[in-house]
């Protein structure tokens, strides 16, 4: 049974960065495409990042300069690191495997 299980949220001040974690069990991250999700209040669940079996990576253009997805196959754990954090980037972000798998979500909240 695949798990995947999302931290790293909290309350940042504009500008301020975060990391969030996606650890896997059940799973190879290596194996498949992960991707980092977000959704806001009233908004629709878009895509962040993605990272691919052979390592490259996809990015929303919002967060393109800004953001790294990164996976460490010996922790089978898939990281986001969140840079230049913005009020907007406020939202529950999601963790998937394969586009078929979801975490349970990690909010994140960006404010003065």
């Known amino acids: 049974q695949v798990q995947l299980v999302e931290s790293g949220g909290g309350l940042v001040q504009p500008g301020g960065s975060l990391r969030l974690s996606c650890a896997a069990s059940?799973?190879?991250?290596?194996?498949?495409?992960m991707g980092w999700y977000r959704q806001a209040p009233g908004n629709q669940r878009e895509l962040v990042a993605t990272?691919?079996?052979?390592?490259?990576?996809n990015y929303a253009d919002s967060v393109k300069g800004r953001f790294t997805i990164s996976r460490d196959n010996a922790k089978n754990t898939v990281y986001l690191q969140m840079n230049s954090l913005k009020p907007e980037d406020t939202a529950v972000y999601y963790c998937n495997q394969n586009g078929i798998y979801w975490g349970k979500g990690t909010l994140v909240t960006v404010s003065s």
């Open positions: 990272i691919h079996r052979g390592g490259n990576t």
């Open positions: 059940g799973s190879i991250v290596s194996v498949y495409s």
